[in-house]
């Protein structure tokens, strides 16, 4: 198999329009690829945090920065797309991170009128939400997120990119939190 770095490596680097948790600056930059209607994204996710939560008392928080861009796949996954930009529609008012969290804890549960509920219990402005969501404000958007992982080689969710190259282990916590102490090591 031939390494070709393009297909290796992040296409479109961390910016600060991303949804960031941490700092870009940190020594370690997860970005994670996923769809809300994806059972693999959900676990990619909890293996993440789980990951984070385990490394925490070892190193600063400014060490590991995690950020999510959209790959919702609408061929398999029919409510994939409206997820994202209904956790696009609650980014504007503060709330995507808490967003996040429900699409993914309620991913069985994506239809519409499920959307509308999260956005109600995490206490949006429905109206404006509504509004986002009727009038497709986020599709742009999500489409770069798209793009941007195809370019960076990406066919499906998950996937994750850390410090920039692919990541090609095994999805388990051992073997993702040997993978983040490794860059870690590598930035000293």
């Not at 996923?34 to 060490?63: H, M, T, V, W």
């Not at 850390?162 to 993978?179: A, F, G, H, K, M």
Request: hydrophobic share 45%; aromatic share 12%; charged share 20%.
């Amino acid at each position: 198999m031939v390494d070709d770095r393009e297909h290796h490596s992040l296409f479109v680097p961390p910016l600060i329009q991303d949804h960031i948790q941490g700092v870009l600056s940190a020594s370690v930059v997860l970005i994670m690829y996923g769809d809300y209607e994806c059972f693999q994204s959900a676990n990619a996710y909890r293996l993440i945090k789980a990951a984070q939560q385990q490394l925490s008392p070892s190193f600063a928080e400014n060490d590991v920065c995690f950020i999510f861009r959209h790959f919702p796949q609408k061929q398999i996954h029919p409510h994939a797309q409206r997820a994202a930009e209904a956790a696009e529609a609650a980014a504007m008012q503060g709330q995507f991170w808490q967003m996040h969290e429900m699409l993914f804890i309620y991913q069985q549960a994506l239809e519409n009128g499920y959307l509308v509920e999260y956005a109600n219990h995490l206490g949006l402005d429905i109206p404006r939400f509504l509004q986002d969501l009727s009038k497709g404000v986020y599709v742009d958007h999500i489409i770069a997120d798209i793009q941007g992982g195809y370019r960076s080689g990406v066919e499906a969710a998950p996937a994750l990119f850390v410090n920039e190259i692919r990541y090609r282990e095994r999805w388990t916590i051992e073997q993702l939190i040997v993978t983040i102490m490794a860059a870690i090591n590598e930035r000293f």
